[in-house]
């Protein structure tokens, strides 16, 4: 069975430092690799995915993820925080065995301080 | 290119009343599936409909039920409803085939349950 697990509940930084969100999938076969994130009272936008290929996945918005097999990881960065960063970020895992059903994380809020 | 659509966005049931949600996916998009997101629960898979056929159900009791047109719009149904039910209901879809496609998220059903 997948699963994932966001590590952190809540993060804050200070605008301008590094965003790192953390993401961690049990998969039994190759996994694809998705971040969301959702702004208060809306739907979930698709940051990046990973599929197959290049391990480091550029996004919308700046961020990054890097999937780490070894690790079973995809964490998610941005070098320098906006204030429009500040929401809900959710890392989600599928794959070709269950099609479009997506498992989520818990998700991680993120607060932007100025 | 319009987004995913779901209507309606906010409602207000009554226990034991049913209530049934409308999505129609991104045009050319043969596969939609629901999501239910609470605060105590998460984002958890209802099910996912691919060309009118169910292709993957998630663990809700049969209350919990949906269809797709030919032309691919979706709606789902919850019958008999409790004050759990309570929640925002997520439409998103996708092309077509395996978990590798991008799936996009509607802006979702607000479902208050009294």
């Known amino acids: 069975a997948q699963s994932v697990t966001q590590l952190g509940s809540h993060v804050s930084v200070s605008e301008g430092a590094l965003v790192l969100l953390r993401c961690n999938y049990s998969s039994s076969v190759p996994p694809y690799l998705f971040w969301y994130v959702q702004y208060p009272n809306q739907g979930l936008q698709l940051l990046l995915k990973y599929t197959t290929g290049a391990t480091l996945v550029k996004g919308i918005n700046g961020f990054e993820a890097e999937f780490k097999k070894s690790e079973t990881s995809f964490h998610l960065t941005k070098p320098s925080a906006h204030m429009s960063d500040a929401a809900e970020y959710f890392c989600?895992?599928?794959?070709?065995?269950?099609?479009?059903?997506?498992?989520f994380g818990a998700g991680t809020i993120l607060r932007v301080k100025s | 290119k319009a987004g995913v659509t779901q209507t309606p966005r906010y409602l207000i049931k009554t226990r034991g009343q049913q209530v049934t949600l409308s999505c129609s996916p991104i045009?050319?998009?043969?596969?939609v599936s629901w999501y239910q997101q609470t605060p105590g629960q998460g984002l958890q898979f209802l099910f996912e409909y691919f060309s009118e056929t169910q292709r993957n159900k998630g663990n809700f009791p049969g209350r919990f039920s949906g269809r797709q047109f030919s032309n691919s719009r979706s709606e789902m149904n919850v019958s008999t409803l409790e004050l759990g039910d309570s929640a925002l209901y997520l439409c998103a879809s996708s092309l077509a085939g395996t978990g590798a496609n991008t799936i996009y998220f509607g802006e979702g059903s607000w479902l208050t349950v009294v």
């Open positions: 045009s050319g998009h043969r596969s």
């Open positions: 989600a895992v599928s794959d070709m065995e269950y099609g479009n059903k997506l498992v």
